[in-house]
């Protein structure tokens, strides 16, 4: 689930700086990066070991000269930074635009609730908004790993409840293995809405003839709502077929990553003659580290956000998305239910 | 409240921009930055005391080789600048967006007022703009600290005349704990507009029949400003379940205060034999006081941008917001009791 | 008002690059800039005066030693570039904003005279030009120095034809003094719509039933035209209540200052042994003036550009506008006036 | 026009790369800055030959001390690159946005064809696609040297067979000299629509009446296209009205000018003992001709882009437009003339 | 096809980076680059064999005092990382709109599915679906090497089933060799459609009246789904006839080869007494390959981004669009076969 630490930044005080770097674990930068900076300073140790130990002074000699020689290049030739920062412009605005692709059901619910009320009509209503999630699922399971995991086959979803079986059968009828197959609950919502417009007067014979009205507008607003609902989870669908380039994505990554290994090199302390206290200085290599944790801990949090639903801590958390919309959307075509306010009183009492 | 201050830009003179940089306090960088400028110095000074009056000469000696060795390194491993700067450009982008979707009830109101027209339906009128604002804030107040602090439970919004007792109760029966229940006075907004659609014959019996006219688009015009103006609300409410990734604020916010600890050290005056006057020059860094300013300046005014429903001087004021609102709503759904002016002269006089 | 000089961009050649940097005064960097320039170089020359002529050459000395240590640092500790950067593009978008809701009258007078045709509506459709015209005057007046010195109260509205005597009562009644009260002729032209859908038998009583004819559409089409013309100069009030965060400013801003005001030291030809010719050549430091008009313009033309309803001779032309949409939305809403061609011959000739 | 390379692009190669670099004159880089690079480099001879041959010793000294004094201050104090880049964005943002206003025709002639069926009314659907590309013309033709080239007078219009004669005359009787008169065709056509809407039964009494039958939306869906046609052209005229401030493009032109123009002294070699091999390399500044054909590249093409009506060849082929939107509006609304397709075969053979 | 390398992103381990970087061939950096370094290296190694081998100690020292200037001037005049940047960001914009503009064909089957419902109309809405995808095909055929590869001519239409013989001649009729012709096929569709509106009670005489209801909102929505289809694929023709300009592409691509080119000569390794073990490092110049291929590598991206519609691997599958869009077109216009579902159970069973 991603982590909500605005709280913290309500007043921007030093305190609540160090709280928001420090007092998170989960979805930290910290947990992110910590064993990679682990096997990092540990090869980082070994080679010293072994230059300092192992190697002739004629072999450190030579070594020295090749490691001097990579270090006046090494900042022109590996642009890391440039590399990143193109990168990182490039997937946020695809991480916000996938942002705005989770469909929330407040306006199929509104929409259903006022041109399909009516306590009679209550299952319809009911129905619609189970149809939605179920889409929603079916095709959001195709690209979240999460999803798959709580959903990984339709016995689950009737097991949930989102599906009954002989809606499983039918579903299962469709051919469309290798396409999304989120369109089908579409249909059968949209079915529901077409007795409305087409066999009122059959289908739908109840003993309240007011409370079954459907209002004029049925298909035109909630048949919009409807599929602007299910368009924006076949997007989503379409971000995932259609990614950042790989190559893209594999020159910032392979940038970083040699970046990261010639300095195993280049910042090693070859100087022989130093004191103790620099000895110790040198083979904790604090700037170092930190440029690690700020450039590669920039590149993983990319990569987070390159693939919002996937199982990282920070990503969408489209089963709470799930949970909040059917919880939401039952309630919205439910208040029917209730007695209908007689009396509105206004603002100034009555 | 945000702070207005383009009247200062009128005209661009030099005046006017000292003006703008030294004559404010309220929302100013000054307010934000000084008190941890304060301690920076503080800590600053105390290390040079160490450094010139308790550590022996050759203690010294070490500390200023150790010193050299970070600042060679300094700039190039802690990437302060290349953070910030995208940080910068991810939290505006948010910002703006927050920007737009606060919610104006102009077009509600003005929608209220063309299809729900007639003095006999003006208390409806009213309560449809009151069911807004009450939405709008039931929506913020969980995720804006001021909201919160003006309204904290619905006692005060019954004390604001915002909600009636009857309506407390029935809001207090829906179970969305934890999810955000504005969505139930658009449910009681859709209610008044539904009678106008459905039972319009029998409820609605006026001594005028005219004026009670509702118009034939209730539904398709009034529903859907409702909507949006909903909609709105409860995007401002996935910003805040939805925020930047924690480890993306951490990385930027530790380069930039792991920079200027370093700098408490790297910035140091190394030198002993400098004159008087060097050396109250050297216990005054200014630059590197300057850049502080600019740099954690920068970070904090993103910090404020990232959640513009804090308690800071310049975020959004949404309780101006609320009762500009339902001022403006109210005087516009409340036209219909003057007079219509029967005649509209013409621009040249009739 | 706006410069246009796109003219001399048609064709791109030299002579036409010298004639767009120097042959415009009017909007043009040097305007903007010259005083400050003028200024900052007498500065210049009163220190390098006494440098020269009043310290004596042990005070030169320590002077020399001091600036040398600034010039160090300068350049790294006032990121005067970064701060602009990011200044300018943040500004730039808002300008666009701006720019997209400077509402203008065209789809209002087409829907006005599409959907209440014919020569006895022609005062009603005039009216509701003139109140769109008049609403925009209202709501930008509060934000704009230019309309407030052409428009400085109701008085000169009723001078200008715009607001009727009758009107300017009721619109004084109104009590919006601290909020916009734009709203107020739209209710107007509501108002007028309203009689065409509600009273249509009783008040339009016409010769010619046939010309008088408004169509079914009238409320959807005409009203969305008009809520959306009122949109936009709502959403133009909100950016003036909204401003970029005043910190945000304060830091650009200081940051351009600071620069060149340590240039003013930095910039010094300190080296008192040089000859006639170069000391002619240090009096007068180009490259560094260059540079202040190009910072300090860039940084003038973002001030400029942030309030694009100011005072400058780059602002919009608000008044112009008002002229223009008045003109032509009243030509729109009149052409039913001329008798309608009888024939329209084809492309083909007939 | 512009030139289409794509085809280039599809598969990469080092060849294809060469081919796009060299192979194109019309439109390219090179015809774009070649002279102004040869004026440059023969300035830029005189420069070396003043140096070398006319000035003694001395001179020359003083000469290069200044010279080499430029040197350094000369890349910190012309920020030729920080100012292009950002107007390299501001310009190529607003050339999109020009690029997205550019009216095609299809939607309009589809809507026409859609809701005005029928052979009989074949001459004002084709009236409608007529008046549709004269209000594109009358409007664009204000702001583009090539559009005023091609039609410099309505006389032009009339000889294209664009405006007839009577209409001509009605359109000169408006008196809109000095705003677009692009409004009057768009009058025109909505006067046909009308006729459909007003005044079916009397003027359009057809041998076939259901041929003639124009759907209900008529209103509602071909306005809508009409007005969406003719917004993005007065759109067009807005961005022309309001440019980029001239001050910043006069600055980012400037810098670049200035940065050449000190080029012409910094880049001369001034060794005089260098041999015969040394001098022709010095005297053919290979390195800085590439630079200047970059930058000032970078800078012309950003000038074009600009103004995309202007007249070089990478601008907008507007004339392209028109014809095409007339051939492909009259191809659509002449589809009537053939028999409609008796059976629609099904995909798997009827 | 692009490729899909998301799933490597769901847990983000330094095991998963290698493999996203080393473990594709298909679409990967490698592939796009590995000729062009190949002969790069090639060139150098000869370069390098003449100065050590067929060079004079005379002439080496004159070639080694050439490249030294070079190697001065080199990162200052060629700006590659400069122009590389704005490129990547115009480049990237446009290919995120490009994708934007691909059409799915979702909306349009939901819609026709719900407004042309029963059994006896299927027929109609299959062609619907038939004639947008042969509408998109004719329209990217244009712009696609992959696409006219797979539909050279209307044979291969024809052949694959999309395009009937007698479709096929009236098709060719139409006399737009220049334009596109994919409008054609949407006004086939739009003449289905206005039959339903128009000749009801004529055409479709069927059994089951009740079954063949096309419900009143068939031009509104239906029209408006078709017309916003064509309107993306016509939107995609209009980024081929108007590319980022020419001169803009020659500029990038020009840099990053002249860089290249020039490194050929400044990157060797000129010192002649090294050691043999030097020598060998000298002849394997591994940061400037690797620099090669982050800056080469990222311009063929671009490259291919630019033309999102070529051949290269990581292009738009357009072809699979189409059978996708085939595909799931006909199963949801094709859902009204199965019998509709009696009875829709509740949540909660029923």
């Known amino acids: 689930m991603t982590i909500a630490y605005y709280a913290r930044l ?27 900076v682990g096997t990092w ?16 002074a004629e072999q450190q ?34 991480w916000g635009e996938s942002f ?29 908004i189970r149809y939605m999630v179920l889409s929603q699922i079916l095709g959001i399971r195709q690209i979240s790993a999460l999803v798959k995991k709580r959903f990984p086959n339709n016995d689950a979803l009737v097991t949930a409840g989102l599906l009954h079986e002989t809606e499983r059968k039918k579903l299962e009828k469709v051919p469309c293995a290798v396409y999304a197959e989120s369109f ?5 919502a949209l079915k529901i809405l077409q007795k409305y417009e087409e066999a009122e007067e059959r289908t739908f014979k109840a003993d309240n003839p007011r409370e079954e009205f459907g209002g004029t507008g049925v298909y035109d607003t909630v048949y919009a709502e409807i599929t602007e609902f299910h368009e924006k989870t076949a997007t989503l669908s379409t971000y995932d077929t259609t990614p950042i380039p790989l190559a893209y994505s594999q020159i910032v990554i392979f940038s970083v990553r040699l970046y990261f290994f010639i300095c195993l090199f280049t910042r090693q302390h070859l100087d022989m003659d130093d004191t103790y206290l620099e000895l110790v200085f040198s083979l904790f290599p604090l700037l170092t580290i930190m440029q690690f944790i700020f450039m590669v801990g920039c590149m993983k949090v990319s990569s987070v956000l390159i693939n919002p639903m996937g199982e990282d801590d920070d990503n969408y ?31 100034d009492g009555r």
Not at 22 to 29: D, H, L, Q, R, V
Not at 184 to 188: A, M, N, Q
């Open 184 to 188: 089908v609950p579409i249909i059968w």
């Open 100 to 128: 705005e692709n989770v469909s929330y059901i407040e306006k199929v619910a509104l929409s259903v609730a006022a041109f399909i009320p009516g306590v009679v009509n209550i299952h319809n209503r009911r129905n619609i």
């Open 41 to 56: 300073y540990l090869i980082y140790l070994c080679i010293a070991g072994i230059y300092r130990f192992y190697l002739s």
């Open 10 to 36: 309500n007043k921007i005080a030093i305190w609540n700086s160090f709280m928001i770097v420090f007092a998170f674990w989960k979805g930290s930068i910290w947990k992110i990066i910590l064993d990679e």
């Open 61 to 94: 000699e030579i070594f020295s000269s090749f490691i001097r020689d990579l270090q006046d290049k090494h900042n022109v030739c590996v642009p890391m930074q440039f590399m990143l920062g193109y990168f990182i412009g490039m997937v946020g605005e695809r």
């Open 317 to 347: 958390e489209c089963n709470y998305v799930f949970d909040r919309n059917l919880f939401v959307g039952m309630e919205i075509v439910g208040w029917v239910k209730e007695n209908p306010a007689k009396t509105h009183p206004d603002l």
